[in-house]
T-cell receptor
């Protein structure tokens, strides 16, 4: 099993450009998440999904959109990139057990995004 | 609201030294607690977890005990190795889908 994979690993954008980050998992997990990691701030949740076709906002959703058209994929989009979105982005997934409560999350290797 | 406060680093230790990284939390209800580790250039990996009070999580020589009375989940290892050099994150899982992370503690172990 590959676990959680992310594409691309690195990207440089100019302000105003758009892009999509792809996350894929082969563990048949129901839940998927997108985080950003910034120095001194830990990880913060951007959006998450509890199943195919469903998404919800996390702590810092502004400027991002997501889609979960297939259970194994979770896409993060930036419609008009801003320098404040320079960060490392991590995708994660988890299975749900025990009355639908999520369990520990498995993380991808990250995407380093720089917006000039 | 729910939050995690983690000991700030960086922490530099000699090989075979004793490690403690402090973590305290604020939460309503009964959260699950985790320690994740991030090696250079990689994503986060689950190191250990505890799901209820007085549980002790352990893995690779690391341990942490869920202390409800002090709202703490301190990470300890009796003898660190150079290969333990990484960033360690304490995290709290409450209710549905909300995993709150501390800011991370960078550990460097020197030979």
């Amino acid at each position: 099993n590959a676990g959680v994979t992310q594409t691309p690993k690195f990207r440089v954008l100019k302000t105003g450009q758009s892009m999509t980050l792809l996350c894929a998992q082969d563990m048949n997990h129901e839940y998927m998440y997108w985080y950003r990691q910034d120095p001194g701030m830990g990880l913060r949740l951007i959006h998450y999904s509890v199943g195919e076709g469903t998404t919800a906002k996390g702590e810092v959703p502004d400027g991002y959109n997501v889609s979960r058209l297939k259970k194994q994929n979770f896409l993060l989009g930036l419609e008009s990139a801003a320098p404040s979105q320079t960060s490392v982005y991590f995708c994660a997934s988890s299975y749900s057990i025990n009355r639908g409560q999520p369990n520990e999350q498995f993380f991808g290797p990250g995407t380093r995004l720089t917006v000039l | 609201g729910d939050s995690v406060t983690q000991m700030e680093g960086p922490v530099t230790l000699s090989e075979e030294a004793f490690l403690t990284i402090n973590c305290t939390y604020t939460a309503t209800g009964y959260p699950s607690l985790f320690w994740y580790v991030q090696y250079p250039g990689e994503g986060l990996q689950l190191l250990l977890k505890a799901t209820k009070a007085d549980d002790k999580g352990s893995n690779k020589g690391f341990e942490a005990t869920y202390r409800k009375e002090t709202t703490s989940f301190h990470l300890e290892k009796g003898s660190v190795q150079v290969s333990d050099s990484a960033v360690y994150f304490c995290a709290l899982l409450t209710g549905a889908n909300n995993l709150f992370f501390g800011t991370g503690t960078r550990l460097t172990v020197i030979p």
